[in-house]
């Protein structure tokens, strides 16, 4: 195990203030230190992001409002394959993520979705007063975020700025909204269990409740540093995929780490449900080859979702994606 850098050192953070004052010599300093981040840690903070913390703050109470609702209300909007809705205590497994072990249990969470963009038909929402309408508007604030942030992965690529724009006019977004109980875990047992995530970026808001660990290559798992205001970014097996390996989808997991129960959102961002997943042309050469094949954006999180979630999608997924 390494020692030698701190985790504020390993989980930089970011000032996103020259995108907001549109800085060119300061968005190429940027784009640089977004490349360095993705190289070598794949997490990094972002500050100056320019999304009200007050909104933030509301979908925070929004998810307790929701996860305080009787059992019978959330189990009357469950998700399926097709649908955004609540996922119950246990109800999902880290089975497409290898580094969750031999021992595979249920996950100690219980969560809501609400996608927009992809193939998924729709979502199900709580009798909860304006719970649709927040929800909706800060999934557009991320989704926002979510696209200043392409240019600078372009630039760091030494692409064209526009280079991802294409991809992601139809964004496949997802908010998940979990609630990590006070409990005591078993051997092998977390909240969420080691895995990484299958999108491109996955954006989650600074949080007062610790739960979230990181194992950066060549280290043990380390809590990220505390950042107000922040939100805590990391990359995803996707664009490990579309960088041929280049950027990394680093391991992570979840749990609650206090005695007071734990809320989390991530905000899970990707391309259109067709694009097409092929690494891009300056990370291929003869000396690196392309180490994956094309895959949609889609199929990949269809196999993902089924792999998971397979008692509630009903379609079983093969060990390893298409």
């Given at each position: 195990?390494?020692?030698?850098?701190?985790?504020?050192?390993?989980?930089?953070?970011?000032?996103?203030?020259?995108?907001?004052?549109?800085?060119?010599?300061?968005?190429?300093?940027?784009?640089?230190?977004?490349?360095?981040?993705?190289?070598?840690?794949?997490?990094?903070?972002?500050?100056?992001?320019?999304?009200?913390?007050?909104?933030?703050?509301?979908?925070?109470?929004?998810?307790?409002?929701?996860?305080?609702?009787?059992?019978?209300?959330?189990?009357?909007?469950?998700?399926?394959r097709t649908h955004g809705g609540y996922l119950g205590m246990g109800a999902g497994t880290s089975y497409a993520s290898e580094i969750a072990?031999?021992?595979?249990?249920?996950?100690?969470?219980?969560?809501?979705?609400?996608?927009?963009?992809?193939?998924?038909?729709?979502?199900?929402?709580?009798?909860?007063?304006?719970?649709?309408?927040?929800?909706?508007?800060?999934?557009?604030?991320?989704?926002?975020?979510?696209?200043?942030?392409?240019?600078?992965?372009?630039?760091?690529?030494?692409?064209?700025?526009?280079?991802?724009?294409?991809?992601?006019?139809?964004?496949?977004?997802?908010?998940?909204?979990?609630?990590?109980?006070?409990?005591?875990?078993?051997?092998?047992?977390?909240?969420?269990?080691?895995?990484?995530?299958?999108?491109?970026?996955?954006?989650?808001?600074?949080?007062?409740?610790?739960?979230?660990?990181?194992?950066?290559?060549?280290?043990?798992?380390?809590?990220?540093?505390?950042?107000?205001?922040?939100?805590?970014?990391?990359?995803?097996?996707?664009?490990?995929?579309?960088?041929?390996?280049?950027?990394?989808?680093?391991?992570?997991?979840?749990?609650?780490?206090?005695?007071?129960?734990?809320?989390?959102?991530?905000?899970?961002y990707g391309a259109r449900d067709d694009a097409v997943i092929d690494p891009v042309p300056t990370t291929v050469s003869a000396q690196t080859?392309?180490?994956?094949?094309?895959?949609?954006?889609?199929?990949?999180?269809?196999?993902?979702?089924?792999?998971?979630?397979?008692?509630?999608?009903?379609?079983?997924?093969?060990?390893?994606?298409?």
């Amino acid at each position: 195990m390494s020692t030698n850098l701190t985790p504020m050192e390993l989980i930089p953070v970011l000032d996103l203030q020259p995108l907001l004052d549109g800085d060119e010599p300061g968005i190429n300093a940027l784009a640089a230190d977004l490349g360095k981040a993705l190289e070598e840690t794949g997490f990094f903070s972002i500050i100056n992001h320019g999304v009200p913390w007050s909104m933030v703050e509301a979908i925070y109470e929004a998810t307790r409002q929701l996860h305080a609702l009787p059992q019978s209300q959330k189990d009357a909007i469950t998700m399926d394959r097709t649908h955004g809705g609540y996922l119950g205590m246990g109800a999902g497994t880290s089975y497409a993520s290898e580094i969750a072990g031999e021992v595979r249990k249920p996950n100690q969470n219980e969560a809501f979705f609400v996608h927009e963009g992809g193939y998924l038909e729709g979502n199900r929402y709580p009798d909860l007063a304006g719970f649709e309408d927040l929800a909706t508007t800060y999934i557009h604030a991320m989704r926002g975020l979510a696209a200043s942030l392409l240019p600078l992965l372009a630039i760091s690529l030494e692409l064209d700025t526009e280079f991802f724009a294409s991809d992601f006019d139809v964004p496949s977004v997802t908010l998940r909204m979990s609630h990590y109980p006070v409990m005591d875990y078993s051997d092998n047992e977390w909240g969420l269990a080691p895995h990484t995530d299958s999108s491109i970026f996955t954006f989650l808001p600074a949080n007062d409740v610790p739960g979230l660990e990181v194992r950066p290559t060549g280290y043990d798992w380390i809590q990220p540093p505390d950042v107000p205001c922040s939100f805590i970014v990391n990359s995803g097996d996707m664009l490990k995929r579309w960088t041929n390996g280049r950027y990394l989808s680093t391991a992570h997991r979840a749990s609650n780490l206090s005695n007071v129960d734990r809320y989390a959102m991530p905000f899970f961002y990707g391309a259109r449900d067709d694009a097409v997943i092929d690494p891009v042309p300056t990370t291929v050469s003869a000396q690196t080859p392309s180490r994956y094949e094309p895959i949609t954006y889609g199929d990949y999180q269809r196999w993902f979702l089924d792999r998971n979630y397979r008692g509630l999608t009903g379609q079983t997924a093969a060990a390893t994606p298409p």
